[in-house]
């Protein structure tokens, strides 16, 4: 398990995890917690993986601010562990249509 401070929230994550995550997706854990920061981000429940725990999404620009990243993650002794992150579509139509000027 990989233990990550950024500001005052706290992260972490199986290892193993973010380098499959890595491999699959082209994004590391640690460049997932970016999206965190993002003023505009948006916090979603996720209620298709929410089984045996609370999960939610996290849609929030990466650190260039060049895309929208889409955390999936949890929340377990005060910690934020982070399950998987991607450049999705979906994430960034749902982060685009939440802060678009009406």
Known sequence: MYTASMHDSNFE???????ENERKHGVTFYEAQQAFLDEKRIIAE???HSQQETRYFCFGKN???SGILTVRFTY???LIRIIGAGYWRKGKKIY??????H
């Open 13 to 19: 994550w199986d290892e193993e995890k973010n380098l």
């Open 46 to 48: 996720d209620t298709v």
């Open 63 to 65: 650190h260039e601010g």
């Open 76 to 78: 377990r002794l005060n």
């Open 96 to 101: 685009e249509q939440n802060n678009s000027i």
